[in-house]
């Protein structure tokens, strides 16, 4: 049954994608699976084997897959973790390979409630790019900019298109109609500013501003067992931060550190390295300095939290997907999945027919969950700026009992286990509510801070 609102049915209609990454990929496999015909716009020419792309500046850093995200993945490409596995990515068990310090307090480590996948950005794209453009309904067109839409007021017919180099780098646009436009373009993204060309309403924006940066490098550990059998070390303090991952080839880790707003990103070796003295505890220098770095330092400032009220002024023929529609600060290592909820948000819809606008309610409600965790913790920090950075009385309440929540991960397995299938968007917020959360934040004694760090299980 054909979908008249959004112009794609099953096996029917054509569904144009802005932008080629990990949400425009799986926007565009999930579309395969309802139009007739699919096209990726990307401006980046793809490359022949896992490496950093110019259009994605983050993929040097720290990335995780959050066990939601792969298996909303798998969903439309099965099978994808164990490929993922067999080319190098690290499955890092929740809270068994974990040594993590939250609110000056180690949490314990005991049996898996979940796992993380722990792997290069280049890594993942390239695994999901295969599979996504080996559809026999999917065509990608590489090294190509979209300009704008095409359409009007009530309704996008298509998008316009334009060469990057080459002799048609400078000249007319070329329209390519669509029944759909899907905008996964990333932070980037230019369609407030082509619905109004249109002359249609833009979306109103929500923003939460850190003001942080991280920094990143690669490093062979060198501890040889001796400091821990944890896998992924993960230190937060109220202004710096700490996160080393272990990822492909065996033996290599990423370090990143947060650093704090108004500092001038350390991408020096000697002061990239400096950080660690910053760190709320001593494990991370402990293990750099066994370490041998094997890359530069790189730095990221990008850490904004911003979401779109798409749902509010979409018109037919359009809706936004991914880090275009509800970007969420990269620390906290939820993007890649949150794009995979997406996706799935976008399946049901369009398999339920439902019209543009409570399609576009639905993609926002994917990311809630993630856009309220980051912003929750942003909200905190030193000298945080935007329209909806100012705490009410119900963060205020919030960030108090979760921080009683985290104090008690130390002791309690099961109120350790419920906070990170939070994390990990496997169980919703209210889960935190449940009777025996309740209790142990309120009448269990936390963990003590002077604990010494459970290095061995």
Not at 273 to 281: G, T, V
């Amino acid at each position: 049954m054909g979908n008249g609102q959004q112009g794609i049915g099953d096996g029917s209609g054509h569904a144009v994608v802005v932008g080629g990454s990990i949400a425009g990929l799986l926007a565009a496999v999930v579309l395969a699976g309802h139009a007739g015909r699919v096209t990726l716009v990307e401006r980046d020419r793809y490359p022949d084997r896992p490496e950093p792309r110019k259009g994605v500046p983050q993929s040097k850093h720290t990335h995780l897959l959050l066990e939601s995200g792969l298996v909303a993945m798998e969903r439309f490409l099965p099978g994808l973790g164990a490929e993922l596995v067999a080319s190098g990515a690290r499955q890092v068990r929740s809270p068994t390979d974990y040594l993590q310090h939250m609110r000056g307090r180690w949490f314990s480590r005991g049996l898996a409630t979940s796992t993380t996948l722990c792997l290069t950005r280049p890594l993942l794209e390239h695994g999901v790019r295969a599979r996504v453009l080996a559809h026999p309904r999917i065509t990608a067109v590489q090294g190509t900019d979209v300009v704008g839409l095409t359409g009007s007021a009530e309704r996008v017919t298509g998008v316009l298109l334009r060469e990057r180099g080459g002799r048609r780098a400078d000249g007319e646009p070329t329209a390519l109609a669509a029944d759909l436009v899907v905008d996964a373009a990333g932070r980037s993204s230019r369609t407030p500013e082509w619905l109004r060309r249109l002359g249609a309403a833009g979306p109103t924006e929500d923003r939460v501003e850190s003001g942080m940066g991280y920094v990143t490098r690669v490093y062979r550990d060198g501890s040889d067992g001796a400091l821990t059998d944890a896998r992924l070390v993960y230190l937060v303090g109220e202004t710096m931060g700490a996160v080393i991952v272990p990822v492909e080839p065996e033996g290599t880790h990423m370090i990143t550190f947060a650093t704090p707003r108004g500092e001038a990103l350390p991408t020096e070796p000697a002061a990239f390295e400096a950080l660690a003295d910053r760190q709320p505890h001593p494990l991370v220098r402990q293990w750099l300095d066994k370490a041998e770095p094997v890359s530069p330092v790189f730095g990221y400032l990008r850490t904004e939290n911003v979401r779109r009220a798409y749902d509010r002024v979409v018109p037919d023929g359009l809706l936004v997907t991914g880090d275009a529609l509800c970007a969420l600060n990269p620390v906290f290592g939820q993007g890649m999945s949150t794009a995979a909820l997406d996706a799935v948000a976008l399946d049901e819809s369009l398999a339920a027919g439902r019209a543009n606008r409570p399609t576009q309610s639905a993609l926002q409600e994917a990311s809630a969950q993630a856009w309220a965790i980051a912003t929750g913790a942003d909200k905190v920090r030193p000298g945080v700026t935007g329209n909806a950075a100012h705490r009410s009385v119900r963060d205020r309440f919030t960030g108090w009992y979760f921080g009683r929540v985290q104090e008690r991960c130390g002791v309690n397995p099961e109120v350790q286990a419920t906070f990170r299938r939070v994390l990990a968007l496997l169980a919703p917020p209210t889960a935190l509510f449940r009777p025996v959360v309740v209790r142990s934040v309120l009448f269990e004694k936390g963990a003590s801070p002077d604990a010494a760090a459970p290095l061995w299980l």
